[in-house]
């Protein structure tokens, strides 16, 4: 609901002119407007990829970005030739991203030391909060405090959230932070 509410104002932002609506638009002025609305959708979407306090600025800033983010998370070796700051920022998110998505592999005890009620009830409810699809939440660690009880860390991007949940999938608490 959110993207769509930040999509509607985008819209109504990129068509706004001073002059009555008109039935038809320029190939030119249409293009922009999907330009803009790909741009607004574009950051909306990739919002966990930065870290806090730090945003790039301008579609070249932001394609800089993007192409540090792709090459980290798809484990490329990084390109010093005419990097910028926001090619390095985006390496960063990008190589902390794939870190993120691969720790049952490298940790294979964190996501199945927690029963599957537990990781999946953890998933939901840190999607949830960070308005994006469970298939973006990674499972990082898990452990068991109690009987039938278990705290697990899931990250987002650069964002991470401990839940503390029962075997069932019951969510007792969460809160932001790592374990």
């Excluded at 926001?86 to 794939?98: I, V």
């Excluded at 998505?101 to 927690?114: C, G, I, L, W």
């Excluded at 987002?156 to 374990?179: F, N, T």
């Amino acid at each position: 609901m959110r993207r769509h509410r930040l999509a509607v104002a985008a819209a109504a932002l990129c068509f706004q002119t001073g002059a009555p609506a008109q039935a038809e638009m320029s190939d030119k002025d249409a293009a922009v407007a999907a330009l803009a609305l790909l741009g607004v959708a574009a950051l909306a979407h990739n919002r966990h990829h930065c870290r806090e306090g730090y945003a790039p600025q301008g579609g070249d800033r932001m394609a800089e970005f993007e192409r540090g983010y792709r090459d980290g998370v798809h484990g490329h070796a990084y390109t010093s030739h005419g990097s910028t700051v926001d090619y390095a920022e985006g390496y960063r998110a990008g190589d902390r991203e794939r870190e993120n998505s691969m720790a049952h592999r490298r940790n294979t005890t964190a996501a199945s030391k927690a029963l599957p009620m537990a990781n999946q009830g953890c998933a939901r409810i840190v999607a949830q909060n960070f308005a994006v699809g469970t298939h973006q939440v990674h499972i990082i660690r898990a452990r068991s405090p109690a009987k039938h009880e278990w705290q697990i860390e899931a990250a987002v991007g650069h964002s991470h959230m401990v839940c503390r949940m029962r075997d069932s999938g019951e969510v007792i608490e969460v809160r932001g932070g790592r374990l």
